[in-house]
Every structure is written in structure tokens, then in C-alpha cells.
């Protein structure tokens, strides 16, 4: 049943604003209602016009049907333009009258909530202030903690340290602890902060108790400490050549992203899931802290991440020093340009074509939000993660054919690959919990595509959108160049969860990351046994397909039985035996090969 909202009246004996801003005079009743109705199809809105008498002359009513999210664009570029020719409408009939909103109103009332007025500064204010603390605990740390850890040449590095009698173990863990040390000395002057304040603002203001103990403050702290001094070190590591105040530079820019995205999102609450995204948790910790109290699940959670991804840094630079890596040009020899600095892709330049990948798609979304979804994937899928870095390999002279695992495989291992797309594509839908959000999306993505889904010609344009264009060019990147370039300086183990990690974040979205992240691992490991991306590209594509075919019947049936749930799993654990046939020998190397060092004369 169509839902109808009256929006405007518009009397057709006056002077009215035209939508374009004419001045039109509507001079009788037929007239009026089809003036409105060429003015308002202008912008694209649909509606019904409808016009009666009254005793101070036609009112022209417009309504339009709020079911209809077709509308939806059309009817906030109008609302604004139709509220002004309803105002002016009736200023005009209140001057023929000689009638003034004074002479209506003679006693006006205004009123103000004190108590909201403070909550929302409150709110506000611990919001963008929670976010400045952190960074400013961050900084106090940064300058003296990568003055330690990447230096000047004559000081040494990670790098050129490597000549001392140390294990990489001893190094890292040396200089993990060094950092750490200034984290804590920036902490101890951070907690002066309040200290000095409630001294100063003592005899002005009651202080009230806190509403949390010290120790859910102090254990998500400790774990961003940890974490912080991990990240240094990564730093440190990936980037040789560049100067403390380069990488201090480079982390002050970065980290100045956190309070302005959180400023943005003032209304965030601590749940389990905002506990996962790192830092963020930790100011929503910050911001709790004072205000409300601290919901215990996910303060633990703040904690775990934290701990967990500052443990995996270490290990990485760890491996990353044990390994080839050091012996491959670095970020700042690719930002060069020097086109001899390459003879092949590197760690390097996988990380700078990740984030420029991530980058460009980021705000092409954020820009073309509002615009046709086939404009939006021809960018980012074709343009964003295949020509440009194509461009890129063709500037440094290097063979794309080198950059795409491309081996030969058996039948069996497609066979593996539809198997285990169709199952995993059931257990995802399945087993991971719909929440508000992912449904919210969900509706956006079918108001987007609204009228396609209801024909053959509409259900294959939207797999060709949603299903094999991302398919291949996702592939193409992720378990293409991407895990090439990683591959041939990390194990196989790293260069699989790190590509996986980059896949799951480029879908730019919590609920996504998980799963996202699931199928990574899973076609990671099969472009490692296989070589080949073609597999896993096909995987993609039938995992994508199944997901848009699949989730509005399991969804409407309120999921699956036990027994159909658990028939999806043995198919799939069948499926990914064909792929990475497990009962045959893996090759001898442990990465692909990886390139003699590389020595640029002086």
C-alpha cells in the first residue's frame, strides 16, 4: 500500500520561486497543477499533484510515494526548493491580508534544555578531546622511540645493525624493549595531565568519583603501548633509508587520521565490534573512561587485539630480518622513480601498490557513493587494482606475466574450486550473524540495483557487477601481484595471511573484514599450492555468485538446518582437498624465486 506524505501547498494566485528560480504567476486552477507538475519532473521526482478550493482560494497539494527509493535523491535535492515555495506562498497570502507572523503569534515562547546542552558538549567534547590525548600520548613517544630504532646512518639501523654478532631475535626484542621504555615515560607525563588539572580546578569544581577502576584504563593503555612499539619497529624496518623525522612525520600525518575520523563519528559506541579496529578501541576506552562505565567484554577485547597484533609485528620483523628481505630495495629506492633500482617486484613494491590500491578505492567510494555502481567498479576494480599498476610495471621495466602466477593445473583442482565456493558460500551465510548494519547494506546495494534483479538481463548484468568483475580484478591484485611481490620475500605462511589481512581491509567495512579475510586465507593457500591464480579465480567468482543467489532463500527460510549446515562443510573440506591436494610433494622452495641481492654502483 503506497504510503503518501503531504509535502507542500502551493496556492496558484500568487507569485511562487520556481524550482530553477523563475518566477511564475499560476493563474487559475488547471494551470497551477500543471505548472507544479512540469517544475517539479524536472528534478525527477515522481508524485501525485491534486488540487481543491478553499475559501481563500486553490491550494495545490503535491505527494509522492514514500515506498519509493528511487526518490530518494530526488526528493532531498527538492524538499529545500519546495519548502521555500510553500513560504512564499504564504508570506504572499499573509501580505494580501495585511497580516503579519507578529500579529499571530504576539507571545512567542522559546526554550532550552540545559541538562542536553551540557550533555551533548560533554559528549562532544570527550569525543574529539580522548582522541587529541591519545595521539598526544602517542607523540610524546614516537620522535625518541624511532631515534632509536631508524636513525641516521652514522647511528646505524635495523639494517646495518645486522653486521653486529646478534641474532635478529636479540635485535628486535632489544630495541622492541627500548621503545616500550619511552612509551612508558610518555604515559607517566600523560598521567600528570589530570593530575595537574584536578589540583588547579579543585577549589572551582566538585570532582566527582570516576565511575571506573584505574586497572580498565591502565590494560587497554598497556596493550596500545605494546602495540605502538611494534608498529616503531616495522617502521623502522620496511623504511632503512629514511630518518627519524621523515618516519616521525609519516606516523604524526597517520596518526592524525584517528581523531578526525573519530571526531566524525561521535555517537561510536565501545562494542564487541569497535573493540577490533586497533587504537580506535583504545579512545573509545579513553572516552569511556571518564563519562560512563566500561563495559567489560569488550575492554578485554581492546586488550587482546592489541596484545595479539603488536605479538604478530614482532614476529614479523622477526622473520623479515631472518629472511631475504634486506637484501631487496627498499620503500624509499622505489620512491625514487630510478627505474634500475627494480629487475623485479619486491615486498617494496607490493606495499606501495597496496596502498595506493586501498587508497584510490577508499575515496572513489566515498566520492561516488551516489553514483551508478558501474561507474564505481569500472574504477576501482579496472582502473584502480589493473591499469595503474599495470602502468606501473611497464615503467620500471618489469614483465606483467612475471608479476600473475599463472601454472598450469589439473581439472581436479577447479573441480576443488566450484566445490568449495558453493560450500563456503553457504556456511558464510549460515553461520556469521546478520546484524543490523550488513542488512542496512544490504538494501542500499538492492536500492542501487532496483529493477535489474527482476529479469534474466537484470540478474547477469548484476553478477557481472557484483560477482565476476570484482572476481577477476581482485584476484588479479591480491593473489597476483600483490602475493607475488610479498612472496618473494617473506614465507609462505606470511605472504598468505598478510595478503589475506590486505584483502579482507580493502573491503573497507567490520562486518565484511571477517569474512573477507576467512576467504583470503583460503585462496592464498591454494595460489601457493597451485601457482596459479586462475583456481582461485574462479573460486571468487562462484563464491560471489552463490552469495547473491543463495542469501535471500536461506535468509527468508530463517537459516538451515543443522544437517545441511554440516553436509556444506564436508563439501567444502572435499572441495579444498582437490585444490590444494595435500597427498602431493609442495616444491622445494619455500618462496618464488627470489632474486639474487642486488648491488647499484655507487
Not at 623485479?344 to 595506493?356: C, D, K, V
Not at 606501473?392 to 614483465?399: D, H, I, M
Amino acid at each position: 500500500m503506497l504510503k503518501w506524505r503531504l509535502i507542500a501547498h502551493i496556492f496558484h494566485k500568487e507569485v511562487v520561486e520556481g524550482l530553477r528560480g523563475q518566477v511564475l504567476k499560476l493563474a487559475g486552477q488547471k494551470n497551477a497543477r500543471n505548472e507544479v507538475l512540469r517544475l517539479l519532473k524536472q528534478t525527477g521526482l515522481h508524485g501525485m499533484v491534486v488540487s481543491r478550493h478553499s475559501g481563500a482560494g486553490y491550494n495545490v497539494g503535491y505527494y509522492y510515494d514514500d515506498s519509493d527509493l528511487a526518490s530518494l535523491a530526488a526528493r532531498r535535492s527538492s524538499w529545500a526548493l519546495l519548502e521555500k515555495v510553500q513560504q512564499s506562498a504564504r508570506d504572499a497570502r499573509l501580505e494580501k491580508y495585511g497580516v503579519s507572523l507578529e500579529d499571530l503569534y504576539p507571545v512567542q515562547l522559546h526554550s532550552t534544555s540545559v541538562t542536553d546542552a551540557q550533555a551533548f558538549a560533554t559528549k562532544h567534547t570527550g569525543s574529539v578531546l580522548s582522541y587529541l590525548m591519545l595521539v598526544f600520548l602517542c607523540m610524546l613517544a614516537y620522535y625518541p622511540a624511532l631515534n632509536a630504532t631508524v636513525g641516521e646512518r652514522e647511528r646505524g639501523t635495523l639494517a646495518t645493525l645486522m653486521t653486529t654478532p646478534a641474532r635478529a631475535r636479540e635485535l628486535v626484542l632489544g630495541k622492541y624493549f627500548g621503545v616500550v621504555f619511552f612509551c612508558a615515560a610518555g604515559i607517566m607525563m600523560y598521567a600528570l595531565e589530570p593530575a595537574l588539572s584536578a589540583l588547579w580546578f579543585a577549589p572551582k569544581f566538585a570532582l566527582r568519583p570516576l565511575p571506573n577502576s584505574w586497572w580498565q584504563l591502565v590494560l587497554p593503555v598497556s596493550a596500545t603501548i605494546a602495540l605502538v612499539a611494534a608498529l616503531t619497529i616495522c617502521v623502522g624496518l620496511i623504511a632503512r633509508r629514511v630518518t627519524e623525522g621523515q618516519a616521525f612525520l609519516s606516523l604524526t600525518m597517520m596518526f592524525l587520521l584517528f581523531p578526525t575520523v573519530a571526531a566524525g563519528l561521535s555517537d561510536a559506541q565501545l562494542t564487541n565490534t569497535s573493540a577490533l579496529i586497533p587504537f580506535f578501541n583504545t579512545s573509545l576506552v579513553m572516552k569511556y573512561f571518564m563519562q560512563n562505565s566500561l563495559p567489560q567484554a569488550p575492554l578485554l577485547i581492546t586488550a587482546a587485539v592489541n596484545f595479539l597484533l603488536s605479538l604478530g609485528m614482532v614476529t614479523f620483523a622477526v622473520n623479515s630480518l631472518e629472511g631475504e628481505y634486506l637484501a631487496q630495495p627498499g620503500v624509499s629506492d622505489v620512491l625514487s622513480l630510478d627505474r634500475r633500482i627494480l629487475r623485479r617486484s619486491n615486498p617494496a613494491l607490493g606495499l606501495i601498490l597496496f596502498l595506493f590500491v586501498i587508497g584510490a578505492s577508499f575515496y572513489l567510494n566515498m566520492i561516488l557513493r551516489e553514483q551508478s555502481i558501474f561507474l564505481l567498479i569500472a574504477l576501482t576494480h579496472v582502473g584502480v587494482m589493473f591499469v595503474l599498476p599495470w602502468l606501473a610495471y611497464r615503467y620500471f621495466n618489469l614483465k606483467w606475466a612475471d608479476a600473475i602466477p599463472h601454472a598450469k593445473a589439473p581439472a581436479s583442482v577447479y573441480a576443488g574450486a566450484l566445490l568449495a565456493a558453493l560450500a563456503m558460500a553457504v556456511l558464510m551465510i549460515a553461520l556469521l550473524p546478520q546484524s543490523p548494519l550488513s542488512k542496512e547494506m544490504a538494501e542500499e546495494l538492492a536500492r542501487r540495483f532496483e529493477g535489474l534483479g527482476q529479469s534474466a538481463t537484470g540478474m547477469l548484468l548484476m553478477l557481472l557487477v557484483l560477482a565476476i568483475l570484482p572476481g577477476i580484478f581482485e584476484e588479479l591484485a591480491f593473489r597476483g601481484y600483490l602475493f607475488t611481490s610479498l612472496a618473494r620475500g617473506f614465507s609462505g605462511v606470511w605472504t598468505v595471511v598478510l595478503t589475506s589481512l590486505m584483502f579482507g581491509a580493502n573491503h573497507f567495512s567490520l562486518i565484511r573484514m571477517l569474512p573477507t579475510t576467512l576467504i583470503g586465507l583460503v585462496l592464498g593457500t591454494v595460489a601457493w599450492r597451485t601457482r596459479s591464480i586462475f583456481p582461485t579465480i574462479l573460486f571468487h567468482v562462484v563464491y560471489n555468485s552463490a552469495v547473491i543467489l543463495v542469501a535471500g532463500p536461506i535468509d527468508g527460510a530463517d537459516g538451515l538446518p543443522r544437517y545441511a549446515v554440516w553436509a556444506a562443510a564436508v563439501v567444502f573440506a572435499l572441495g579444498f582437498a582437490l585444490l590444494t591436494q595435500p597427498w602431493k610433494r609442495k616444491t622445494p622452495e619455500s618462496r618464488l624465486e627470489t632474486p639474487a641481492p642486488l648491488r647499484i654502483a655507487e
